[in-house]
């Protein structure tokens, strides 16, 4: 587990990938992450939905193999799944609004990163709620940003001006996820997003190593 700073969590949002087994149309997922990693993806998380425990644990040892091989310092963070990021000593985990609650998994994951998906701005104002009751929060992921076709449970899009105004109630680090792309990516950050989160964008690419190299030109 990386003992990550704020600076250090903020300097992690810039670029970070989502993965999706489903999506990696070129290479494995594993294969797609080695290249992601190598090339400046800067935070790694492990989304599995429908993996039975014991295989979800399986490859999340073998991306933070591949991880801490290639790219040690990048953080590999857990969706969802608390008792998978602490089996395996992942840096962090992110959980959603239907998710467990952030007090119970701050109670379970004393230490690590904690993320978690926020979809309006009254999710950010419960936010602050919380961080002034002591629970430690350590990023937003804010989504989606713009309309998008790799996950269909969703609010309906924020845009750049909903980015804005999430930006003026919180200070924590701000990732923006949800129909981001080269063309998108830099109004995302000048919004008020410390960084982008990305699936399709690195998975599906037949070179992950150029669409990293591309994302990262386009902040």
Known sequence: ???????????????????DDALCLHHSLLDVVQFAVQSGVTCVQLREKHLATGAFVEKARALQTIIRRH?????LIINDRVDVALAVGA????????????????RLMTVGVVGLSVESIDDVLEV?????QGIKIDYLGISPVFGTMTKSDIAPPLGLKGVAKMRALTDLPLVGIGGI???NARQVIQAGADGIAVVSAICSAERPQDAVNALLAAL
């Open 128 to 132: 602050e709620k919380m961080r002034a």
């Open 91 to 106: 840096d962090g985990v992110h959980v959603g609004q239907s998710d467990m609650a952030v007090a119970d998994v701050r």
């Open 1 to 19: 587990m990386i003992d990550l700073t704020p600076a250090q969590i903020k300097q992690a949002l810039r670029l970070y990938l989502v993965t």
């Open 181 to 183: 792309h080269v063309g």
């Open 71 to 75: 790219a040690p310092h990048v953080p």
